[in-house]
Each structure stands twice: as C-alpha cells, then as structure tokens.
C-alpha cells in the first residue's frame, strides 16, 4: 500500500483547507485511516481517524467541530476538511493507514496558518 498526501499550502487564520490522501496497491487491506500531524520540535500527534467503512470518526480535542475526517473507499480517497483554522494547526500532517501486522504513512503535506 502507498499513500500520497495533497491539499497543504499557506493560509490566513480563520480560513479552510482540505487535504486528501489517496492510496493505491492492496488497499483491500486497509482497515482504519486517520490524520496526524507534526508541528515542528513537537511529537507527531493523532488529529483524527475513520474506521473502514467509514461510518466512524474520533478526533483530536483540539479540532473537534473544527475538521471533518471523510473516507471513499469507492475512489481509495481519504479527506481532511480543516476549517476555522489556527496558527497552532500548522504542521506537516500525515496520512496514515491501519493494515494487518502493520501501519504504513504517507510522505506528509505542510500546512501552515498565519496569523
């Protein structure tokens, strides 16, 4: 399985962004998805996930009723609706996918938020 991330860029505060991640090989595999992100001199940290069918999330404390993590399976296609966005969301995030025995991550996308 291989993820590539899309979407990043630079964005004033309050704005929207929406990242995509798409996967191709044995996706078939692929149980749950999610988002992290890394901001810089941090750890990277889990921002959201969405279960295999797609008709569960779970998020972040800190973008809950801000982003909206969206899956179709039908495309191999993964979104990260961001709105209301904040100098602190900015970080490279990284798409992520659950397989059998391991996790494989994308190469990640940067998102940064000016104030």
């Known amino acids: 399985v291989h993820l590539v991330e899309s979407g990043g860029g630079l964005v004033q505060a309050g704005g929207s962004l929406r990242l995509s991640c798409t996967a191709s090989g044995n996706i078939n595999s692929i149980n749950a998805m999610g988002w992290y992100r890394q901001a810089a001199g941090k750890e990277r940290e889990l921002v959201a996930v969405?279960?295999?069918?797609?008709?569960?999330?779970n998020y972040a404390d800190s973008v809950k009723g801000r982003f909206t993590i969206s899956r179709d399976n039908a495309k191999s296609t993964m979104h990260l609706q961001m709105n209301s966005l904040k100098p602190e969301d900015t970080a490279v995030y990284y798409c992520?996918?659950?397989?059998?025995?391991?996790?494989?991550w994308g190469q990640g996308t940067l998102v940064t938020v000016s104030s």
């Open positions: 969405v279960s295999s069918g797609g008709g569960s999330t």
């Open positions: 992520n996918a659950d397989l059998p025995h391991f996790e494989v």
